[in-house]
Structure formats: structure tokens, C-alpha cells
């Protein structure tokens, strides 16, 4: 099992460094010079020198990358051009809105997909089952900032139940629940639909099993054999998706959190693009990838823990 | 020929997809005609109204009929949505069909594409425009690099299993270059999963794209597209709510229409391929 987990992490490390690679490559390729940006269009020419020594800009690229390498193991990501404060420091601040949001949004996704998908199966082909899996793939095709906006347009502006955006505090609190509510339901629209579709398909395909017949001949109420024997196998690849999708918004959700106000990565990511913010762009995207990386592997971790049958040799 | 068309068009939603889809090419390609109004002229007087006679789907905050910007967005984002996948399918099969038949190409061209894989596909497509600079070109090239990794795995996987195979091993034998074998016997066995996989894909470049332009990053005003129709409406959301309900219905149904498709597709021809989302 160490070993396992050892080669993982190794196999991991050419990923990251190709990772890092691109990240640098794509924001110093760009036309745009940020000096100008920092020092103001009309700079004279010496104010402009100056800076761009500051920068460290006037080093030959691979000089730059790997100086920027190093210090990024050592969790030193360079200062935003804009607001001049560390950028690891930004991205850290704004990391728990980040992960409310996306946990609060998980739960959801779980809470309604896989009783939706286990219903649809049980049910199948009943009027359950079509209008499951129609909304299913509708949702599937719904760009998720319509989604957003219908979800603002119902609730906030003509029932005004919700807060149209922001955050207010942790999720713990009334108001702070009150503001986190759409924005992660919004989110969780395309998960519900993923995971109800996942766990029909695993339920339908475990309930014809040889197994699940024999526990229903030896008399095991009907409920059992769904609930116990059929839905612990079938959630099997429920897991692995819930997990890389949880892995993948951690980085933040780009358009939820642009639509709601939400202060968290996602939004500092885009915003930094849009302003050429490069360090900052990059300690996002690095930090995105790394996220992604190891919630892979503790993804495939937790799959040898629930199903024995795999090993790793 | 035949026999996949009766069990494609037992498939009920994917011939609604299919004709999804052909109707609004037909919109799109005969916009100039359809459209009651000029997409980009404006009309002050008329602005934000409801919908009537004379503007079926409204107006925006620039007095532009809704419905016009429609069809003339539709253009836009069925040639994005095609293209975008065409460049990346392209790519992305070229550098599969080289992993998977030569060995020693295998390790550093999947290696690549796991980089490539690590980005989160809005983020990834975010960057790249940022990096070249917002245009139609570039969000097609944008949207296009994100599906090259899973073209390139999917192709490769073709390559790998079909290699194996007597026919392909006796083209071998009788001395066919290795382009030969590759693309005169490994590529047309690999179609339909790759056609099935392509329209899905589609689907996601269209929303992608949309994505890209509602935050900014597409096509620039004053060109009638999809996204940026909803992001513009977000402003008079309180009192002109169609603004932005309607485009986005339209991106709803065009994506629609490729995902119903590929799912028919798939049955009628694949059962093994299956789908990536965004966000």
C-alpha cells in the first residue's frame, strides 16, 4: 500500500512540472507588456526600466522559470502586479469561501442525485424513470450561468426569498447560509445530473447480477436487497466521480462565483486574467492543478477501500 | 449502411436531435432571410421591450430585435461549436493514432495530454484566450486544445486494440507503410466511436464558448453571440427579464440537440464512449 502511494506521488511529479511549465509559458508568450500596466501607459522610459528590473523581466526566460520554480516550493508565488501583496496569501484568503461553496454544493448533489437515480432504476422505464433522466440530460445541456440567472430571476428578484449575491459569513450562520444556498445549488445542477445518472446505470446493471437473485430467493426483503446489496456496489463509480468533481471545483467555480459575487478562487482566477494579474493567474492555475492532482489519487484510494476485489500490487 | 440508420431512428430522441440541430442550420445559414430585423442596427425607442408582433422575442437595451440576434448568433455558435471540435479532433487523433502505434512515441505524448488533463477545461480555455488575445479565431483554438487530450485517448485506445488484428497485422506483413496501416486501416475502423464522441463534443465547445464570451473573453460587440446576449441581459434582469431568458434557451436547445444525437449515436453504434461536462 505504501508503495502503492509512493509510486503515485512519483507519478505525479512530471504532471506537475509540465503543469508549471505551461502555466509560465502561456502568460509570458502573451502580447501586452504588464510593466505598462503597472507603471501607467504614459511612464517614462526610466520608471519603466526600473520596474521591469524590479520584476526581474529583463532575465532570459528560462532564468525566470526556474527562478519562479523554486520559490514556488517553497509556497512563494510572487506578488500580484495589482494590489502588490503576496499571492499565495490571496489565494489562502479566499480559499474557504471556495470550499464552503463547493462542499455545501456536493451535499446537495449527493443528497438528491443518488435517491434520484436509485428510484429511476428501481422504477424503470416507469414515468419516474423518463422524467429523471429527461431532466437529467436537460440540465446537462443548460449552460450553468442561464441556470444562474433563471435561479436569480425566480427566486431572488420575484419571490425574493434568497439574496441575489455575496457572501455573509459562514454557513453555520443564518444569513451566511441564506447567501449560500443558490449560488451551490446553481452548482450543483450538473453534479445531480452526473450522479443520478451514474447510480441508475450501476443499480441497473448490479440488480440483474447473480448475486442480487440469490439474496432475493433466500428471502431478503426487497428493500434490503436495493438498499444493501445492489447500492453499495452500484455507488462504486458514484464515488470516483463525486471525488473528481469535488477535486475540480475546489479550484473554484469560475461562473458561479463571477454570477454570485462570491469571493472565492474562482473569481480572483478570472479576474487576474482579465487585468493580465500574471502572478496571480499563475498561483491559481498551479493551485488548481496540484488540488486536482492529489484528490485523483486519494480518489483511487478510496476505491481500493470500498471494493476489496481491487488490490494494488 | 441501412441497419445503423433503423436502429438509429428507433433512437426517438436522437432523430429529434438530428432534426434539432438541422433546423437551426437552416436558421442560421438563412438568417439574412428569417430575421424581421437588423441584428446589429440600433433603435433606441424600442429598447428593452416586450415581446410583440413586431419584436416576437423583445428587444434589448439597445432597441435590437431579440429574435434576429437569435438566428443570426446561431451562426456563430454552430461554426464555433463544429470547428472547435474539428481542430481539436484533428489534433487529438493525430497525436492518438501515434501513441498508440508506436511505442516509443506512447509515454511522452500521454504524458502531455495528462498535463493537459490537470486543467479544469474553463480555466485552461480562459488562459488561452487571455494569452492570445479575444477573438473568434482564438476562442475557437481555445475551446479546441480542451478536447484534445480526450480525442487523443480515445483514438489511441482504438489504435491499441485494433493493432492486434489479423487484418491489420497482414497489412503489415505485405509491406503497407506505416501511414498506409494507419490511416487506410486503423482510422476508418475507428469512426463510429469518434463520430459519437465528436457530437458530444460539439455539445460541450458550444457551451464552452458560450461561457467564454458571457465572461467577456469571446467574440466582441457589436456580433450577435449567445453568451454575451445573457451576460448583457443580466443588467435589466429586473425589468426585462426575456433579455436573457431567450438566448440562453437557444443555447440550451442547440446543445441539446447534440447531446440527444450523440446519445442516439452512441447506441446505434457505440455503447462504450461516454460524457464529459463542463463545470
Redesign the interface.
Known amino acids: 500500500m505504501i508503495h502503492y502511494i509512493l509510486r503515485r506521488l512519483l507519478q505525479t511529479v512530471p504532471v506537475l512540472f509540465g503543469v508549471s511549465l505551461l502555466v509560465f509559458a502561456i502568460m509570458h508568450v502573451v502580447p501586452g507588456d504588464p510593466v505598462r500596466l503597472i507603471a501607467g501607459p504614459d511612464a517614462p522610459e526610466s520608471v519603466i526600466a526600473r520596474v521591469r528590473a524590479e520584476l526581474g523581466l529583463e532575465r532570459p526566460l528560462y532564468v525566470q522559470y526556474v527562478s519562479f520554480l523554486s520559490r514556488a516550493l517553497q509556497g512563494d508565488l510572487g506578488r500580484s502586479l495589482r494590489s502588490r501583496s503576496p499571492v499565495a496569501g490571496e489565494i489562502l484568503s479566499r480559499f474557504p469561501a471556495t470550499l464552503e461553496l463547493t462542499t455545501v454544493s456536493m451535499v446537495m448533489a449527493v443528497l438528491v442525485g443518488i435517491p434520484l437515480g436509485l428510484i429511476a432504476a428501481v422504477r424503470r422505464s416507469s414515468w419516474v424513470d423518463y422524467v429523471a433522466m429527461g431532466t437529467s440530460l436537460s440540465t446537462l445541456s443548460m449552460p450553468i450561468f442561464w441556470v444562474a440567472i433563471v435561479a436569480i430571476w425566480l427566486f431572488s428578484l420575484q419571490l425574493g426569498w434568497l439574496p441575489v449575491s455575496g457572501r455573509a459569513g459562514p454557513v453555520w450562520h443564518w444569513e451566511g447560509l441564506r447567501h449560500v444556498l443558490l449560488p451551490a445549488a446553481t452548482l450543483a445542477t450538473t453534479s445531480v445530473a452526473i450522479i443520478s445518472r451514474l447510480t441508475r446505470s450501476g443499480m441497473l446493471d448490479v440488480l440483474g447480477r447473480e448475486y442480487v437473485t440469490t439474496a432475493r430467493a433466500k428471502g431478503v426483503p426487497p428493500s434490503r436487497v436495493v438498499g444493501k446489496h445492489a447500492l453499495a456496489n452500484a455507488l462504486i463509480p458514484v464515488v470516483t466521480v463525486v471525488g473528481l468533481q469535488y477535486g475540480f471545483l475546489l479550484g473554484g467555480a469560475v461562473v458561479t462565483e463571477t454570477i454570485f459575487a462570491w469571493p472565492g478562487v474562482g473569481r480572483l482566477a478570472i479576474t487576474a486574467i482579465l487585468q493580465r494579474d500574471y502572478p496571480v493567474v499563475q498561483g491559481c492555475v498551479l493551485l488548481v492543478a496540484v488540488v486536482f492532482v492529489l484528490v485523483n489519487l486519494l480518489v483511487d484510494l478510496l476505491y481500493g477501500w470500498l471494493d476489496p476485489r481491487i488490490r494494488y500490487e | 449502411m441501412n441497419e445503423i440508420w433503423r436502429r438509429f431512428a428507433k433512437h426517438r430522441l436522437a432523430v429529434i436531435g438530428l432534426a434539432v440541430i438541422l433546423g437551426l442550420a437552416v436558421l442560421a445559414l438563412g438568417a439574412r432571410r428569417i430575421a424581421p430585423h437588423d441584428p446589429i442596427r440600433q433603435d433606441l425607442p424600442h429598447a428593452l421591450a416586450g415581446p410583440s408582433a413586431e419584436f416576437p422575442l423583445g428587444t434589448d437595451e439597445f432597441g435590437r430585435c431579440i429574435l434576429s440576434r437569435i438566428l443570426f448568433g446561431a451562426r456563430l455558435s454552430l461554426l464555433v461549436g463544429v470547428i472547435a471540435t474539428g481542430i481539436g479532433a484533428t489534433a487529438g487523433i493525430l497525436l492518438g493514432l501515434c501513441a498508440g502505434f508506436f511505442p516509443r512515441a506512447d509515454a511522452p505524448v500521454m504524458?502531455?495530454m495528462?498535463?493537459?488533463l490537470?486543467?479544469?477545461s474553463?480555466?485552461l480555455a480562459?488562459?488561452?484566450v487571455?494569452?492570445?488575445?479575444p477573438s473568434l479565431v482564438n476562442v475557437m483554438i481555445a475551446v479546441g486544445v480542451r478536447s484534445v487530450p480526450s480525442f487523443a485517448r480515445v483514438s489511441r485506445s482504438m489504435v491499441l486494440s485494433l493493432k492486434e488484428l489479423e487484418f491489420v497485422q497482414g497489412a503489415s506483413a505485405l509491406g503497407a507503410s506505416h501511414a498506409r496501416v494507419l490511416f487506410r486501416h486503423i482510422l476508418p475502423n475507428s469512426v463510429s466511436p469518434l463520430l459519437v464522441f465528436s457530437s458530444m463534443q460539439v455539445?460541450t465547445a458550444i457551451?464552452l464558448a458560450?461561457?467564454l464570451s458571457?465572461?467577456?473573453?469571446g467574440v466582441q460587440p457589436p456580433t450577435p453571440e449567445w453568451?454575451k446576449m445573457?451576460?448583457d441581459?443580466?443588467a435589466y434582469?429586473?425589468e426585462a427579464?426575456h433579455v436573457?431568458?431567450f438566448p440562453?434557451?437557444a443555447?440550451?436547445v442547440a446543445?441539446?440537440g447534440f447531446?440527444?444525437l450523440g446519445?442516439g449515436l452512441r447506441d446505434a453504434l457505440d455503447p462504450r464512449v461516454g460524457?464529459v461536462?463542463?463545470?
Open positions: 504524458r502531455c495528462d498535463v493537459l490537470a486543467f479544469p474553463i480555466l480562459m488562459a488561452v487571455a494569452a492570445l488575445g455539445a457551451l458560450a461561457i458571457f465572461l467577456g473573453l453568451g445573457v451576460s441581459g443580466r434582469l429586473m427579464p436573457s431568458l440562453g434557451l443555447i440550451f446543445v441539446m447531446n440527444c446519445d460524457r461536462a463542463v463545470e
